[in-house]
């Protein structure tokens, strides 16, 4: 236990001195807690052996999981606070049309790269392996995405429009998904199911739909019955917990796999309680500050998670080198179509695609659902290899974005959240 404890708190120290010396350099702090990670994790600090200094092997780092798990929740459910009433009238219809159309242009865009691929060397790329890439092409990093929005305090229709998008984007990238492994699995055992290529994906939607709402209107129900602040906090952390731990459950009803979408679930539950409550701005305004230690572990141990041992292997770096430019050019190209479709203004459409380079969490999870495949082993190198790079530098390319369209203050200067801020009441007990 007491080893557990240590190595939280390395984690947390790592994190913040690494976002101190990433701020010198310019970069967000989200990318000096990945390199922290890496740091501390199995393949640098943590190979000397020493427990609870930095994390000893992989096994180790996966040991914290839930952790991780909650975070994304806590992520989720924030992300879910964006979709209020007023902006959706405002920027729904357009934040809709530009997630389906980049989402899927990438995916297309990276199948057909990736297929060409396999025609050219069959020996290192399978087709359902090419196929299956190319939907997970299509998940983004709403993590990282948040995190750099909420340090720099960004504002504006840019980034109104992302945090929608980036939402959308992971649900229609779980669909993708779902129907593109059900192919490749089909035409690696040569028997096609309409089960798992439609009807489980369907399925996973409308649960995830049915528990996130469900669980939004009573953590709203809730809430009226307790009136100091801390204990609406609780509150809410309460709920983000068993959102979570509800979302995990899985279930088969006949030949049916039944599961949930961790972040469609609290995504949803987060959305349902900020246009139901009164006072939900403040309450998740006081919940994001108080689970910023736990994104902080997030990010560490997503940086501790990624094996370098990958950049050894030249077949992986060749195909992740087409994965991560066919993707990149994906996300740009079709995101700038949808921009264009919906007429949003020049500033948007020039800077929103750079915005959607970061990949992590939720594509790593299809890449694990997808090693079952035949070439499961290449599916998930070439994601750990692009999540690598892609977290990287992502961060870095979305703070860039947005102070290109002048949604960000340059360092130093106040930004428009935090002029005359009043101060806080104090906490009632």
């Known amino acids: 236990m007491q080893q557990t404890l240590i190595s939280l708190a390395v984690a947390l120290f790592g994190g913040l001195l690494m976002s101190r010396l990433a701020k010198k350099f310019g970069f967000p702090a989200v990318t000096g807690y990945l390199v922290a990670g890496l740091i501390l994790g199995p393949f640098c600090i943590g190979n000397i052996g020493i427990s609870g200094f930095g994390f000893t092997s992989l096994e180790n780092v996966e040991s914290f999981k839930i952790i991780s798990q909650f975070a994304l929740g806590i992520i989720a459910f924030t992300i879910g606070n964006e979709f ?50 190319g939907a997970i092409a299509a998940a983004t990093a709403p993590a990282a995405t948040m995190m750099v929005v909420r340090q720099y305090k960004s504002e504006g ?63 709203t129900f809730l809430e009226r019955y307790f009136h100091s602040r801390s204990k609406r906090l609780s509150l809410a952390v309460a709920t983000v917990f068993v959102t979570v731990g509800l979302s995990l459950i899985q279930f088969k009803i006949g030949p049916v796999n039944c599961s949930f979408s ?32 736990v994104k902080i572990l997030f990010f560490v141990l997503s940086g501790a998670e990624l094996n370098l041992k990958i950049l050894s292997n030249p077949t992986v770096l060749l195909v992740g080198l087409v994965y991560i430019i066919m993707r990149s050019f994906g996300k740009v190209s079709s995101s700038t179509l949808g921009c264009a479709i919906t007429k949003c203004n020049q500033n948007i459409t020039k800077h929103f695609g750079m915005t959607l380079i970061p990949q992590a969490g939720v594509a790593l999870g299809m890449a694990l659902t997808a090693s079952n495949l035949e070439g499961g082993s290449m599916i998930r190198n070439v994601v ?41 009441p104090k906490l009632l007990h």
């Open 262 to 293: 961790l972040l469609l679930t609290c995504m949803i539950s987060g959305t349902f309680f900020c246009n139901i409550c009164e006072a939900s701005e403040e309450l998740m305004d006081r919940f994001e500050r108080w689970s910023e230690p």
């Open 84 to 133: 209020r009433l007023k902006d959706l009238k405002a920027m729904g219809k357009q934040a809709i049309i530009v997630g389906i159309l980049e989402g899927v242009g990438t995916t297309i865009i990276v199948d057909i790269s990736l297929i060409v691929f396999h025609f050219i060397r069959p020996d290192i790329m399978s087709f359902s392996s090419a196929l299956t890439l």
């Open 157 to 219: 229709p840019l980034t109104k429009l992302l945090l929608l998008v980036v939402a959308i984007d992971d649900a229609v990238g779980l669909v993708l998904f779902a129907i593109s492994y059900g192919i490749a699995n089909a035409l690696e055992s040569g028997t096609v199911s309409i089960i798992g290529i439609i009807v489980e994906p369907l399925i996973e939607l409308v649960l995830s739909l049915l528990l996130g709402a469900t669980t939004g209107l009573v953590f």
């Open 384 to 424: 750990l290899f692009g999540v690598l790079i892609y977290e990287l530098v992502g961060p870095a390319l979305t703070k860039r974005s947005l102070m290109s369209a002048g949604e960000i203050k340059k360092d130093g200067k106040k930004s428009a959240r935090q002029i005359n801020v009043p101060k806080e």
